[in-house]
């Protein structure tokens, strides 16, 4: 299975700024995927990340506020943008890996906004 | 709708013991997987198992094992001989069509403690 490092494992932001997270992968993928996780819930997809094409939003989320970038198929990131403190959560990142949907996943940005 | 429903929220099991987590689907596609995924307080998500749909045989790794009732969209996760480290949270997901593609969903978890 793919290997996943994700950056940074946490932050701490202040309200209005914005954070960029990282997900780099040891071999290249074709589908990389993020999700946002409440302390306790479930996840939720935020956006589909193909190399060479525009990311794909699930209902809810939109570019300007989760802006992401897929620049080669070992790297994607996601910036949450003018964060509020409904923001904060995990934020992980997977890729599709092997056979059709199986994901594996990085081990997640816990962010808290103040 | 297509969704992954796990009704338990929490559940115990004594060390050594045996415990099955419940789960059922509702997908449209013809052909897919099924994954239970484990989650400990570290937070990264481990898969644990998977099943492929056109197989009537149930998969086994190790003390984890499913039963997979096709007919009734169920797919419960059997952990034997129960560890300490099976402590976690626990998702059950399916593929769901969006479209063209189709995604991931995952059920709302459970919360497995062992008592010592």
């Known amino acids: 299975s793919a290997v996943i490092s994700q950056k940074p494992s946490r932050d701490i932001c202040q309200r209005g700024t914005s954070l960029t997270i990282q997900c780099q992968v040891d071999s290249q993928v074709t589908m990389m995927f993020w999700y946002r996780q409440q302390p306790g819930q479930s996840l939720t997809l935020i956006a589909t990340?193909?190399?060479?094409?525009?990311?794909?939003?699930e209902s809810g989320f939109v570019i300007d506020k989760f802006p992401i970038s897929r620049p080669n198929l070992t790297f994607s990131t996601l910036t949450v943008s003018n964060m509020s403190p409904e923001d904060s959560s995990i934020y992980l990142c997977s890729v599709e890996q092997g056979a059709k949907n199986i994901q594996y996943f990085g081990a997640g940005t816990r962010l808290s906004v103040l | 709708a297509q969704t992954v429903t796990q009704s338990q929220p929490e559940m115990s099991v004594q060390e050594a013991e045996t415990v099955t987590l419940s789960c059922t689907y509702d997908t449209s596609e013809s052909d897919y997987y099924l994954f239970w995924y484990k989650q400990p307080p570290s937070r990264q998500m481990i898969l644990v198992i998977r099943q492929e749909a056109y197989k009537q045989q149930n998969a086994t790794e190790n003390r984890f094992s499913v039963n997979f009732q096709k007919a009734a969209k169920s797919f419960s996760l059997k952990i034997s001989d129960s560890q300490l480290g099976d402590a976690a949270m626990y998702f059950c997901?399916?593929?769901?069509?969006?479209?063209?593609?189709?995604?991931?969903?995952f059920g709302k978890g459970i919360t497995l403690s062992v008592r010592p």
């Open positions: 997901a399916s593929p769901v069509r969006t479209g063209a593609n189709s995604k991931l969903t």
């Open positions: 990340a193909n190399q060479g094409s525009e990311a794909t939003y």
